[in-house]
């Protein structure tokens, strides 16, 4: 197992309610077999976001390190299950995961989407995230999106202007695409309630994580106008399942690192029993990529995944990073550049950086 941390600036800042992004630290792990078969996967842990630090991350994927190396003759949800064992933190056991999704889709030969469904989806209709602060320049993102061909826009709110930005941006997208909001759960349920009634009037197609628990999720979505999505209330099979009790969502956001790989999060759709959204933590186009293969191995996608988030960075670590074309993000395999991983590793860090074969 090969474990290297990578810094990876943004184009620009993404203000969010849960502060300011400008950078993302990495980490990107290479498990090779015994007949030198190497699947990839990526720890993308944000500290302001859910509390977990990129260094507790790499505590922990050396605690595995013993059970990863010495796993044989289990197949990939043992290592896992041995892996949350040792320490259960979604964040690190999520990379040791899809580095055996993608290393068996490598050795099958075949997609990663293939081994979840017969009949998975060739390419992902994905959102563009419209990261600027003002009116002005939300109005310009929109046009540039609008003329890309994305069929849905997403604007962060509670950072400012939210009204004014929401309100620029449709009328620039115009009443034929779709317009979603994301709150990260900073409102209150007053809070909540006004801005999300008068917002209505903008064709709002999904709110989401309006406000922070499952419960203001249940009482708010009786009270107001605008569909509802749950995201980061949504961290567990027994959360998803209180969801779908309590009927507190339109749909559910999908992030395979907070909810520990592919599996988890394959569990989590099912238990939760709305529509399900695939989303990104701003990874590389190799996070991205596995989470691609999940959103197309999904019975029906009633709504743009949040996926096109490789472009919202300087670099990756692959030549061709996963970005999309008129709306739809192509689902294919990534394989790390190595003079990319060279170029964007992070010098002082603790991990081993020797590229294994």
């Not at 399942?241 to 956001?253: E, K, S």
Request: with cysteine.
């Amino acid at each position: 197992m090969i474990v290297r941390r990578h810094s990876l600036r943004l184009r620009r800042p993404l203000e969010t309610s849960y502060g300011t992004v400008t950078e993302r630290e990495l980490l990107v792990v290479a498990l090779t077999d015994e007949d030198g078969v190497t699947g990839y996967g990526e720890a993308a842990p944000l500290q302001a976001y859910d509390g977990i630090s990129l260094a507790r991350v790499e505590r922990a994927l050396e605690r595995y390190r013993p059970v990863v190396e010495g796993a044989v003759g289990m197949n990939g949800a043992e290592i896992v299950d041995a892996c949350r064992r040792v320490e259960d933190l979604p964040e690190a056991f999520a990379a040791i995961d899809l580095a055996l999704w993608d290393r068996a889709g490598r050795r099958t030969g075949h997609p990663v989407a293939s081994l979840l469904t017969d009949t998975p989806a060739r390419e992902v209709p994905v959102n563009a995230t419209l990261s600027a602060l003002d009116r002005t320049g939300a109005a310009e993102q929109a046009r540039i999106a609008v003329e890309q061909g994305f069929g849905c826009l997403k604007v962060k709110v509670g950072v400012g202007d939210d009204a004014g930005r929401v309100a620029a941006v449709r009328a620039v997208a115009g009443p034929h695409v779709a317009l979603r909001i994301d709150a990260n759960g900073a409102w209150d349920e007053a809070t909540a309630e006004r801005v999300l009634g008068q917002m209505a009037r903008y064709d709002i197609e999904l709110a989401e994580q309006p406000v922070a628990t499952i419960d203001s999720l249940a009482r708010l979505r009786r009270r107001v106008p605008v569909k509802v999505a749950a995201d980061e209330c949504i961290r567990s099979v027994e959360d998803a399942a209180r969801l779908r009790q309590l009927d507190a969502a339109d749909a559910v956001i999908l992030k395979v690192q907070p909810l520990g790989g592919m599996g988890n999060a394959l569990r989590v759709a099912e238990a939760a029993g709305v529509a399900a959204i695939v989303s990104s933590m701003m990874e590389t186009s190799v996070g991205i990529a596995v989470a691609l293969h999940l959103a197309a191995a999904l019975p029906e996608l009633p709504y743009a995944c949040g996926l096109e988030t490789a472009a919202l960075l300087e670099a990756d670590v692959v030549h061709q990073r996963l970005v999309a074309h008129q709306g739809f993000m192509k689902v294919r395999r990534v394989v790390p550049d190595r003079d990319l991983l060279s170029a964007l590793a992070v010098e002082d860090a603790p991990a081993p950086y020797e590229v294994g074969s």
